[in-house]
């Protein structure tokens, strides 16, 4: 690396984005962590399904049943508060860390980019020292008092944010995205009884300023956040844009997650002042004495810093090394920024034949799926393969070994007709998931137009 980004990177500044940062992000993670236990989602997601699908490469992360689901949600709740705090940081962040991960690796069903967000977030806190200013950490221990911070331990969530923005906003420079306003022009509609803005909604013209304004929005944020003089406006839109959004589509906390955590592009003296607040509010004095944290091992770990940010750049595009188109194949989707690009819709139709006699039966879906996992299963060709390991390894137990599946599934494409994802007659269950082309998914042959949306105009 060189000396002079070595410096850069390594000088000391204020210490307040830091710790406002990890104030904001352990309350909303708590606030979100007891909101999923009140409405009953451990129970439902993680307790009640018969099977679930893990990970390629972490089948081996299984569900602790109801009291040790519950145990994991209540310690990640902990685990959210002492961030907040400040307090037992290094411990807090390391388990909130582990205990996330560790939920949203048990069942890719419920995949979705702001958890993946939090997980990446909660591994870059467990590396900076952002328990060395306004912490209770401090109050129990006043040594580790620290005014300023080495440079990088700010950028990083800055950069980490940028690029969820960016690659957003490049996930949208697709033809169904720009030139068809799929899938807005089918969303829209639904909101039409929304007061001032609802009779809009389903006119055509306004999913297309919708989808162009979202596309240049992601694309440009990070930059306009990053200049002084545009930030504040530019803040203005971050809340606008994310409001919107909370109103309109279901995804839950993440919107608010946006709106907080781009914060931490502001400049110091905004920090402190918010600091100060909170100091009167909880009549905690400030210490007067400027230090600058120290990081163990902070040359190793800016270069470890580098090679993630590399990964980061690297792993959206990664769906260029699988032929066909993308959202239909889904090879490379997940983990790249992809924020609601696509209304797809599916029907999977299993079949199980006994190699021995012939003899084949229609599988309901419904014995072994929860209604969500059916249909997130039924669209996406890695869940489809898994659940036919799923059937056969079921029939396996009824006595009926080297059960071959097969499966018809028809999918609907932002507003296009029904048609085959797979080759029906592929015996799924001896393909095997790696990180190779599937050659038993279909090609999208799109020789219809997505449908024009009745009474729009």
Sequence with gaps: MPSKLKSYLSAPVSAAPLAVFRVIFGGMMLASVLRFMAKGWVTELYVLPKVYFPYYGFEWVKPLGEAGMYAVFSLMALAALGLMLG??????????????T???????????????????????LMLVPANRHFSVDVLRKPHLWASQVPRWTVLIFQGQLG???????????????????????????????????????????????????????????PFFLSWRRSRWLAYLTVIVFHVLTAVLFPIGMFPYIMIVSTLVFFSPQFHETLLRWGRAIAQVPQPVLQRTAAVAGQPVLLYLLALYLVVQVLVPWRFLLYPGK?????????????????????????????????????????????????????????????FAHLLQEEFARRGMPGAQVRAEVYVSMNGRGSR???????????????????????????VTPPQQMAGSN
């Design 163 to 221: 690029l969820v923005y960016f690659y957003a906003g490049v996930a949208k420079l697709n033809p169904d995205w720009l030139l068809e306003a799929m899938p807005l022009r089918y969303w829209l509609p639904a909101h039409t009884h929304l007061p001032l803005i609802g009779p809009l909604l389903d006119k055509v013209w306004v999913a297309y300023l919708f989808s162009w304004f979202g596309a240049l929005y992601d694309l440009t944020i």
């Design 420 to 446: 085959l994802l797979l080759d029906p007659t592929v015996n799924l269950a001896a393909e095997h998931e790696s990180f190779l082309p599937k050659t038993w998914i279909l090609p999208f042959d799109d």
């Design 87 to 100: 307090l037992f940081y290094r411990l807090s962040a390391l388990l909130f860390f582990l205990s996330f």
């Design 326 to 386: 993308l959202f239909w194949t889904e090879q490379g989707y997940r983990f790249s920024w992809r924020v609601m690009l696509m209304e797809k819709t599916g029907t999977a139709f299993f079949y199980v034949r006994d190699p021995r006699t012939g003899y084949e039966i229609e599988i309901n879906n419904k014995e072994y799926l929860t209604l969500n996992q059916e249909k997130q299963m039924a669209t996406q060709p890695d869940m489809l393969l898994q």
């Design 102 to 124: 560790y939920v949203e690796l048990l069942d890719k069903t419920n995949y979705l980019n702001h958890y993946y967000f939090v997980s990446v977030v909660a591994f870059l």
